[in-house]
């Protein structure tokens, strides 16, 4: 085995790792995006202070954006066990929501494209040599 073999073994290990720990880190990283997107749309967050919005608080489902009615009118929630906060906002809030999350899946699937561009370009000057 020669030091490019080497090499390109060990840069494979190296990004084979490097992917497995973002991975592992995605669970939480996904409730914070998520938790920014609410914040930026608008929503703001509230932290129960009474009995009444503790045993409400309590019946939520955590990390889920619900859709409920108040005196007649949309309002989403959802509820941060963790951080014992609800984010709270109306139809206006949740329409800038998707409209962000969409703008993130876009940009995040450009990146994802642009990235394969790269490891196709690294795979053929690694190649070059080896055909």
Known sequence: MNKRESLGIYLSLFLIIAVVAGISGCAGTQVQ???????????????????????TYKLMTPYKLERNTFNGKALYTYADKQKGVVYIGGDKA??????????????????????????????????LNYD
């Open 94 to 127: 949740y329409q800038r929501y998707k409209q962000l999350g969409i703008q993130q899946s876009i940009a995040q699937k450009e990146l994802e494209a642009s990235y394969s561009n790269y490891l196709k370009k690294i795979d053929q000057v690694w190649s």
């Open 33 to 55: 995006n998520k938790e920014s997107l609410l914040s930026s749309a608008g929503f703001y967050t509230r932290t129960p202070s009474t009995q009444t919005q503790w045993a």
